[in-house]
């Protein structure tokens, strides 16, 4: 089974800023990667699978890279509906489909 | 439109069995390639992957709860349904429902709270 670590756990930006989320898979998924955003009280939403590739109607401001093992999330101006918690999920190796543990982009 | 709604109980007592139902519109799951997962968070918790069900009628299962789940679907209803046996407080968490074009997800329901508690 893969595992996907995320890092950091909580991150503390201000609107208007940069926020970078990092996504490990303990082997290669090349670029099976999806990253999901959860607000609270609501289902997950897709927002970048083939590791680079925006959903429907997801803003440029949000862009992801990397392949293998090491992946990125970017959130290049927050805006205040960016706070969430974002998850990343690798689809390369299933079953099972495995997510990481998330990490809470938080106002600063 | 996709869109996909779970259904069942609340609220269920330890040892219960849970009976869950998605009942989606906006595609077949006869495609090819359609398919339908169940996946769970615990309050404040992950998402957790539980069992996908495809167009062909193949069936995948996590492996730590592979002997307490079942998945089927009636294509004619569009409904999905999962049944977990022996149902235990640490199994409380919010169950969606999740369309994908297998291998990826894309559309999920807005998922049901599940309760185990006697």
């Known amino acids: 089974e893969i595992v996907m670590t995320q890092s950091p756990a909580t991150l503390s930006v201000s609107p208007g800023e940069r926020a970078t989320l990092s996504c490990r898979a303990s082997q290669s998924v090349s670029s099976n990667l999806a990253w999901y955003q959860q607000k609270p009280g609501q289902a997950p939403r897709l927002l970048i699978y083939g590791a680079s590739i925006r959903a429907t109607g997801i803003p440029a401001r949000f862009s992801g890279s990397g392949s293998g093992t090491e992946f990125t999330l970017t959130i290049s101006i927050l805006q205040s509906e960016d706070f969430a918690v974002y998850y990343c999920?690798?689809?390369?190796?299933?079953?099972?489909?495995?997510f990481g543990q998330g990490t809470k982009v938080e106002i600063k | 439109q996709v869109t996909l709604r779970e259904s069942g109980p609340a609220l269920v007592k330890p040892t219960q069995t849970l009976t869950l139902t998605c009942t989606f519109s906006g595609f077949s799951l006869s495609s090819t390639g359609m398919c339908v997962s169940w996946v769970r968070q615990p309050p404040g918790k992950a998402l957790e992957w539980l069992a996908l069900i495809d167009w062909d009628d193949d069936k995948y299962y996590s492996t730590s709860l592979k002997t307490r789940l079942t998945i089927s679907k009636d294509t004619s209803k569009n409904q999905v349904v999962l049944t977990m046996t022996n149902m235990d407080p640490v199994d409380t968490a919010t169950y969606y429902c999740?369309?994908?074009?297998?291998?990826?997800?894309?559309?999920w329901g807005q998922g049901t709270l599940v309760t185990v508690s006697s």
């Open positions: 999920q690798q689809y390369n190796n299933w079953p099972p489909w495995t």
């Open positions: 999740v369309r994908g074009v297998i291998p990826l997800f894309d559309y």
